[in-house]
């Protein structure tokens, strides 16, 4: 039996914050505005994990609310996650996640964002696809307002 997930997140960048996505620090001017890291490629991705699984989002699993996961590390909290898929009997088949960023260029973060999700998630490399695209300047993401980022995966019975 396979499952298929669907997730996608959106963060305001501001100034004073780093700049975090697949646990990966990017160099640039602004970050992301969150509870947590707002590693918003991360989120969208456990979304999709939670969803494949039809356990509901990460705010049900990690609510903003709780002082736990304030500043939270959201490479930690996607081995929970992964956890939660290995106790319902399901592995990563693959997953693919877009980014929409107008700035910074994130090309040469994209292998190291990969390499970082596979080990997180017990997974080859190769099961793990990162894009990034820009909107063209239109929207919250080309006023550099924000970022947002959407993720699929294929779950698989173990």
Not at 80 to 108: C, F, W
């Amino acid at each position: 039996m396979i499952r298929i997930g669907y997730g996608m997140d959106v963060h305001k960048l501001v100034e004073d914050r780093k700049l975090i996505l697949c646990g990966i620090e990017v160099p640039h001017t602004f970050g992301l505005l969150g509870h947590s890291d707002a590693d918003v490629a991360t989120h969208a991705l456990m979304d999709a994990l939670l969803g494949a699984l039809a356990l509901g989002d990460i705010g049900k699993l990690f609510p903003d609310t709780s002082e736990e996961y304030r500043g939270a590390d959201s490479v930690e909290l996607l081995k929970v996650v992964m956890e939660h898929v290995s106790e319902h009997g399901y592995r990563l088949g693959n997953t693919d996640i877009t980014i929409a960023a107008q700035r910074p260029k994130l090309r040469p973060y994209i292998d190291l964002m990969r390499e970082n999700l596979a080990a997180a998630m017990n997974a080859s490399v190769d099961q793990i696809s990162v894009k990034a695209t820009t909107t063209e300047n239109l929207g919250f993401v080309g006023e550099e307002l924000g970022m947002s980022a959407y993720a699929v995966c294929l779950l698989i019975k173990a």
